[in-house]
């Protein structure tokens, strides 16, 4: 009877067998290798933009291309998805029902009389409370699975923007490099003209020395702007999963980066219901409280007396069989599940002030976002208008200058407020650009289809 059952309980058992943690990297040694493994089309929840995009990155990547290859290869998303597979497990553990419990017992009679015989008594039962809140908990599993998966999705949308805006900064910071070894190139030229006349005796000390200063300026500037820059490229390299060293190369886009400035949105332009629908953390939060919801449920059921029944086959010292049913009743007279029913609760409250604070929190920083984005905005036309004017008229007076019109103190003093509004109109420009993306962000307007990803994913996981 024994060799009957041993080998269907071996059957029903999970095997064991080790796997080896894979120590590498993993880092793509070059962009062309990182191209040939990404597959856009595996990822449904993306919108069409992205998933019919053909990535080419030998002549360098825009924007949508950036965030492509980084929403495919990032470590980061790579490690926060596999989160979705003990959720998986999790929700197909919820939906098992509970194994029926079997015993045996011998009775070995103390007393010398040969007609006693050993007695043994089989029984065979199931716990009914398991199977009376199943439901409940197959219920909060799921909607646990949902806030994992839509979590998931939150974070690839949060990798999505910080490679756009990593590509915003870049571009931006590129171009002011560019033009800071412009500054520094005239700086070197106007002193060594200055250096050169002193040594003839044509310029003074002074006039040297309004040269030398801008010039030791514009070579602190920049390579400072080489370092933000690289710290730019380092901070994209780690998001796109590609080996430390590599070299990147953006595209600007057609018209200069100023052609993606837009005009701000107005400061009450969000509404909190959209968001509510778009933003996969939000619906994460809703899925949390759902879940709560089940397990307050749960633990209101298991408040019911735990029972569980069966059949005992017996026989007795005597040699006399017995069958009958049996129940086990629990009395929940000083335990009752109370305590874990005012957990459950607790915890449910404490989930929905966390939803409604994430809703009023979004709402503040849309505001202050938006009124930060057309404060600037404002300086930017103003500076776009008036820049060129000031461009001309150092042209006009570096002309002045070499003719002796002018003094090197004049040319220096404007020429150096000249570059001053070009830097800041970079910088207004990069605000601008990185301001966007955070709103994007916030709003979710351009956010992945979240009922799509669910849909794909927790499809023929429950039993």
Sequence with gaps: ??????????????????????????????????????????????????RSLKVVVDDGLDENETVVLALLNSPQLKAARSQTAESAASLYAAGLLPDPQASVAVDVPKSRDPALKTGESFGLGIDLQQILTRGARRDAALESARATYLNVLWQEWQVIQ????????????????????????????????????????????????????????????????????????????????????????????????????????????????????????????????????????????????SFSIGANSTRDTAGLWTLGPFINLGLPLLNGNRGNVAIARATRKRLAEEYHFQLVSTRSQWIKIVRDQQLAYEEWQALTARLPRLELTVDRMAHALGAGEIDMLTFTTLRTACFAQQARLLVLTQQLLEQQVALDTLSGHTMPDSARYLTSSLQGIHP
Aim: glycine share 6%; with cysteine.
């Design 1 to 50: 009877m024994h060799m009957i059952w041993l080998p269907l309980l071996l059957a029903s058992c999970a095997g064991w067998q080790p796997e080896a943690l894979d120590s590498s990297a993993g880092l793509a040694p070059s962009l062309q290798d990182l191209q040939a493994k990404i597959d856009p089309l595996s990822h449904p929840e993306l919108p069409e933009v992205w």
């Design 162 to 305: 910080q490679a756009r805006m990593l590509w915003r900064r870049a571009i931006i910071q590129q171009q002011q490099v560019d033009m800071l070894q412009q500054q520094l190139n005239q700086t070197t030229s106007i002193w060594d003209g200055q250096h050169g006349a002193l040594k003839e005796g044509n310029a003074t000390l002074d006039q040297e020395g309004l040269a030398l200063a801008p010039l030791m300026d514009a070579e602190a500037a920049l390579l400072e702007g080489k370092r933000q820059l690289n710290t730019t490229l380092h901070d994209m390299r780690l998001l796109l999963g590609v080996e430390p060293s590599l070299s990147l190369v953006f595209t600007q886009p057609a018209g200069g980066a100023a052609t993606l400035v837009v005009k701000p949105d107005a400061a009450d332009s969000l509404q909190g219901s959209a968001i509510a629908r778009l933003r996969p953390d939000l619906l994460a939060l809703q899925a949390g409280y759902m879940s709560q919801e089940s397990r307050v449920r749960e633990q209101i059921l298991a408040q019911f007396p």
